[in-house]
């Protein structure tokens, strides 16, 4: 993560580094995601290009500092237009299936989330047992409204200029640019979707992807106490990626997880797995300090 005047180049597959104190090099093959949080780096097309190589992605923020844009790779040497065409035809019903049980999970999460804050989520497990195939009567919107006011308060909005939400914004847009790295890696575009169809959304398939775990950043920006959002917030939730976690039943960092997920999303949705599950286990408590791979 960049937060300061730098220059980005990149010699013998290593991220140069510049800054007015230091020099660091990066290896490429140990970058998952660069984010620039500053519009004060100069990076060549040099270091985009060979960062793109090695399938990770480069996040770049405007001047308000929230992520702007990110780079997605023309294609994915997995890529072919059996590919693409698998993805176009995908089986609705297994569509219906995947989609309710990533609601189901999300809204476990949430009222996990709450639980583990000492929080009452009672009202929303009605609302879980209420859940029909492919959320028809969308209790995922009537959950998120009931769960932002439990956990924010009964005035909270996410319309709401507010540092909370900037930290929330922020927070997904680094875990939706995780599950597109690993969307496109697999071969498939990420403008298609499964329930998301904005036609001016590039990253439908990553936003339906990623909702069981938005409640991982949700129960960050409650626990991390703040007024704005600093560079250590930031690090902190950039470091969620590295947040130890279950997922069916078994230990993962957290990037590594949402790798799982997608990889078994996109096999059921194309018919090579019989069955799809999806759980995921956040622990009590959210670490809040910063990275240490950050200039």
Known sequence: MLTQHAKVSVASHSLVVQTNEDTL????DDIQVL??????????????????EGEAKVIFCGRDGQPITET????SSRQSLQTIQKQNNWNQNRIEIMWTSIV????TNQIQVLNHLGLDGSNLGQELDALELNDITNREAVVARRYFQQLFGPNFSRDDFDPRNDALNYGYSILLSAINREIVANGYLTALGIHHYNQNNLFNLGSDLMEPFRPIVDQFVYTYKFSELTPDVKFGLVDLLNLEMTINGRQAILRNAVAEHVNRCLRYLSGELDEFEIEVNIPNEVSSHAINDHV
């Open 35 to 52: 984010l620039i949080g500053t519009t004060q780096v100069m990076i060549s097309a040099a270091a985009i290009a060979a960062l793109a």
């Open 72 to 75: 997605v790779n023309e294609y």
């Open 25 to 28: 090099r990066i290896p490429i």
């Open 104 to 107: 189901s999970e999300k809204i």
